[in-house]
């Protein structure tokens, strides 16, 4: 294919998938890539992204006494549960999880080889069968440096432009195909046309929105997403169909702050700090959950528990606290600082704590001493190393105050592993030409529950597969 019959290509979004996509279509050949972001600034919710991305079967892993992984396609369908087996509409679930499984480790290999990103830390994460999500080494958070390398790499290509603050309203049509998008700027509105892709991100954001018409239970759970509405409306305008949207991520842990605890908007409690050894208490200062469970499981856990009493009338959020020993929080060193700058954690003695909390440490401290599973069944246990009774007293441990939080949405439009946005035909799903999206806005790859790591992946599996896919339908 020769280089002047590539259409240029749009992409809408500049979170991971945005940005990957834009990478492999300029490798590809594309003869310009443009960004529309609605945001002042570039990056998404991957910027924020605190615990890694997964990959199995990595030179990392290896290194960390991961030997083999087989276990990533089977631990995935596990979380997606049962919207895994749903045969309506007819999205080939199952090749969208073998695709994001198996591509995993050339992800992470991209990511490290192509762009110069540092992923040489690998941790467990609940749900995971063994530690497969790779983090760097330095204070750089994993999504903040991902972003930042990947969009630096970007800049240096001539054919690469990006235009934030720049709203898309509707796409452009001849016949069934998609040409374009009408986007504002600045109070004008502009035509751009090429092949399309869309990586806009999830709906928990937009509050009073889609998240209204799907999980009008969630009212009053605060997020980690800013306000903002979802996109999915202008590609169902093309015939996109959607699907699981009414599959939302609670995220078990989000920080309450002291200075302004009724506040909608959380910082993330990364999981890794529980995969570390980190564990949970209940207001009475018990543990009453496996914290290396599923998301949706911890979650379940916590919101079976009495609400919070101090909220405002609108907020709807629990008491729970999160508590990391001296090899948790040395293992999670770089975010300890940042959550303990920012108020969201602080260091105590073991002897400070309450007398039930001093009694579920100890507990827990002694089955991770013995090397045995404890009553709700969690042996791994990350880099806890403090022992149990009197000894541990004057040992420093960091404690912090944490709730369910919205975080992330499955559900999304339909797309085939080509990352082709698909619509109906009959009793069938077809690709929308010139349509193509990747990352949140997508549904189908995670069913009821998303693993932790997978989000990044997602995004540049199918990111790259979508960048790859529009050069060569062109």
């Not at 970007?154 to 016949?175: G, H, Y």
């Not at 101090?310 to 508590?323: A, E, F, P, R, Y």
């Not at 549904?443 to 995004?459: A, P, V």
Request: aromatic fraction near 6%; hydrophobic fraction near 35%.
């Amino acid at each position: 294919m020769s280089t002047s019959s590539i259409r240029p290509v749009v992409v809408v979004g500049s979170g991971l998938a945005g940005l990957s996509a834009s990478y492999e279509a300029l490798q590809r050949g594309a003869p310009s890539v443009h960004l529309l972001d609605r945001a002042p600034k570039p990056g998404g919710n991957s910027i924020k992204a605190s615990s890694g991305i997964n990959g199995a079967g990595t030179k990392y892993q290896r290194a960390a006494g991961v030997e083999s992984d087989t276990s990533f396609y089977s631990d995935s369908v596990r979380s997606a549960g049962s919207r895994f087996h749903l045969s309506q509409p007819p999205v080939d679930r199952e090749a969208l999880v073998t695709k994001l499984t198996t591509e995993s480790a050339a992800a992470v290999e991209w990511l490290v080889d192509e762009i110069g990103v540092d992923l040489s830390v690998v941790a467990p994460l609940g749900g995971h069968s063994v530690a497969r999500t790779h983090r760097g080494a330095g204070k750089t958070p994993p999504g903040a440096a991902i972003i930042i390398t990947l969009l630096n790499k970007l800049k240096e290509n001539k054919r690469f432009s990006i235009t934030k603050l720049a709203e898309v309203k509707a796409l452009l049509k001849e016949n069934d195909e998609v040409k374009g998008v009408e986007y504002e700027f600045e109070g004008q509105k502009h035509n751009l046309e090429g092949s399309v892709l869309f990586a806009s991100g999830g709906f928990t954001g937009d509050a009073t929105g889609l998240l209204a018409r799907y999980r009008p239970d969630l009212k009053g759970i605060p997020s980690t997403n800013d306000e903002r509405p979802g996109s999915h409306d202008i590609l169902t305008s093309a015939g996109a169909e959607l699907l699981d949207m009414d599959s939302v991520q609670i995220h078990p842990t989000g920080f309450v702050d002291p200075a302004s605890p009724n506040t909608m908007l959380k910082f993330l409690a990364a999981e890794m700090l529980r995969g570390e050894g980190g564990i949970l208490l209940s207001p009475d200062g018990s543990r009453f959950v496996n914290e290396m469970d599923t998301r949706e499981h911890v979650s379940n856990a916590i919101m079976k528990l009495p609400t919070a009493t101090d909220g405002d009338g609108v907020i709807k959020q629990w008491d729970i606290s999160i508590l990391l020993d001296p090899g948790a929080s040395a293992a999670s060193a770089n975010h300890i600082s940042f959550y303990e700058w920012k108020g969201l954690l602080k260091k105590v003695k073991v002897r400070d704590l309450t007398s039930a909390q001093i009694a579920a440490v100890d507990k827990y401290a002694k089955a991770a001493t013995d090397g045995s599973a404890d009553e709700f069944g969690r042996t791994q246990r990350g880099r806890w190393t403090l022992p149990p009774g009197e000894e541990n007293r004057d040992q420093d441990v960091y404690i912090g105050r944490v709730t369910p939080i919205t975080h992330f949405t499955m559900g999304g439009v339909a797309i085939d592993e080509k990352a082709r946005v698909l619509r109906k035909s009959g009793d069938k799903l077809v690709p929308i030409p010139g349509l193509f999206a990747a990352g949140e806005i997508t549904g189908g790859i995670h069913g009821d529950n998303r693993l932790g790591g997978s989000s990044l992946l997602e995004c540049v599996v199918y990111g790259r597969t979508a960048g790859a896919e529009i050069v060569g339908s062109a």
